[in-house]
């Protein structure tokens, strides 16, 4: 029978990265949380890789950090290794990859969020949410237990009506052999959301003692301690590598001749698989001129001996994947663990959320993860944390917060994703955020603290310490410009060798470390700093310098982009009653009801015409809107 079991600001449905972040950020801005899982047990799961970051997701770790978020945090204290990538170039590009212990990673989320105040883990199906009026106010569970709540968040992940599809094998599971969300799946068809079905894969999981490791590359971490939160100060140093093979003709021979047998080609898997993460007998088909592919052999944690064999995504059967590895060298006489398996799972079409991620169809009621059609633990969390922080402060009575595109990586995704939706498991990429070279690993602290201290998330000793490290950047800025370098021997001797150009007059610091040659270490050099300065602040004024140009230039296109953010729409303006717009964009605005002029301008099929028209309708200043 059902019952009356709490009331509380906010309720989580779901305990996944999206889930974790969400609840914590809820909690942090001050709401009465609570948090309901399927399985205690498999809080901050990581049913695919063991690893956070990487290109443009670990830009997201740090961004979710600077909002005083928690992945930053847990992943520096559970690491088994870490490396920055892509040093060689520029700054904009430089990611920061963590290879996670993933049993340690989340049992210190799990202990995190137990110790959270404001913050109730609770483990329960929710099978139905509670709408009166089209109003969100609580969720009812498979035993009957209903909570009610002003807000509530769902991120059900892979989860709803998830089936795992091995070879000719499938049956309704959540990842992982999870028990899966069927019912609010369907629950929230019959709410009026627009559900759609993607796929997502793993690799097998072979045993490390089976491995013949001298036939592999070793892949170290960096000797140089790293870390993803602003807020580590003890650095993990006895680092676990990874393995580098490769498969060749013979592995591609046995899958191509086991692609009838493939769910991908049978027509067994229905759902769209995401296109920067292929499973292999998609990349021997789609790239059947190249001799061989990476795999990366990636411990799973320090206490078990299972390895994910990163680059072998497959959904084909069990034998067959036996066969593949036997011809990887170093796999040859590997003990397969676990089989690699597709998973298919219901997501709705994000179009149908607010840049808040509240939904459209159902007032005070929010989504974030993969159920928005993400793929990766890193968009999950960014989600997560911006549904957390908005359900909250909506509980709370307080205003929203958005970030735009300019702001952060976070700001681009869920921005991408209301505003052009998905056809396939969304994936972040440098590429598209076009003020990428704003949008850094080293400066989300600089972009991102200031909000998370106004909204409750970062508490007043980090903000502090936040704001000496951003005066000693001015200041030693100020500094650089401020000094004249005169060219004396000492001096001409030190360019030189550094591969520069003698000078011919005296140059100002500030200049001469413009020079592609120069870095902070040589000005220090030719002009000391009686200050001690720490890396993080010398390395922010060397690329402030450098870069100095092309910041500027991003930052003047993003003074651009304000000005057509701030020309507002009104949420409940008639698109039909504006003459002239084109009937793709008048359908494709009335779908997606965006907030502003810009918002407007980025919807495909929203054509520059189309924009026009609607800047001279909305400054007539007489909108037509939709009864209520």
Known sequence: MPYEAGSYDVIVVGAGHAGSEAGLAAARVGAKTLMLTINLDMVAFMPCNPSVGGPAKGIVVREIDALGGEMGRNIDKTHIQMRMLNTGKGPAVRALRAQADKFQYQHEMKKTIENEPNLTLMQGMVEELIVNDGVCEGVITQTGAIYRAKTVVITAGTFLKGEIILGELKYSSGPNNQQPSIKLADHLAELGFELVRFKTGTPPRVHSETIDYSKTEIQPGDDEPRAFSYETTKY?????????????????????????????????????????????????????????????????????????????????????????????????????????????????????????????????????????????????????????????????????????????????????????????????????????????????????????????????????????????????????????????????????????????????????????????????????SEKVLSGDVTEQVEIQIKYEGYIEKSLQQVERLKKMENKKIPENIDYDAISGLANEARQKLNAVRPLSVAQASRISGVNPADVSILLVYLEQGKVARIPQ
Request: charged share 25%.
């Open 236 to 528: 993990i140093t006895d680092q676990l590598p990874c393995w580098l093979t490769y498969t060749n003709e013979e592995s591609h021979k046995i899958i191509d001749e086991n692609l009838h047998r493939s769910p991908m080609f049978s027509g067994m898997i229905k759902g769209t698989g995401p296109r920067y993460c292929p499973s292999i007998e998609d990349k021997v088909v789609r790239f059947n001129d190249k001799p061989r592919h990476q795999i990366f052999l990636e411990p799973e944690g320090r206490n078990t001996h299972e390895v994910y064999v990163q680059g072998l995504s497959t959904s084909l059967p069990e034998d067959v994947q036996r066969r593949i590895l036997a011809t990887i060298p170093g796999l040859e006489d590997v003990q397969m663990m676990r089989a690699g398996y597709a998973i298919e799972y219901d997501a709705i079409v994000p179009t149908q959320l607010w840049p808040t991620l509240e939904t459209k169809i159902v007032k005070n009621l929010y989504t974030a993860g993969q159920i928005n059609g993400t793929s990766g633990y890193e968009e999950a969390a960014g989600q997560g944390l911006m549904a957390g922080i908005n359900a909250g402060l909506n509980a709370l009575g307080k205003e929203q917060l958005i970030l735009s595109r300019s702001d952060g990586y976070i700001g681009v995704m869920i921005d991408d994703l209301v505003t052009k939706g998905t056809n396939e498991p969304y994936r972040l990429l440098t590429s598209r955020a076009e003020y990428r070279l704003l949008l850094r690993h080293d400066n989300a602290d600089l972009r991102l603290t200031e909000t998370g201290y106004k909204i409750g998330m970062i508490k007043e000793e980090r903000y502090q310490r936040y704001l000496t490290k951003k005066a000693a950047v001015q200041q030693e800025r100020a500094r650089l410009e401020s000094i004249i370098i005169k060219p004396t021997q000492q001096v001409q001797e030190i360019i030189v060798q550094s591969g520069g150009a003698e000078l011919k007059d005296g140059i100002r610091a500030s200049d001469l470390l413009k020079r592609p040659e120069m870095n902070y270490s040589h000005i220090q050099l030719l002009a000391p």
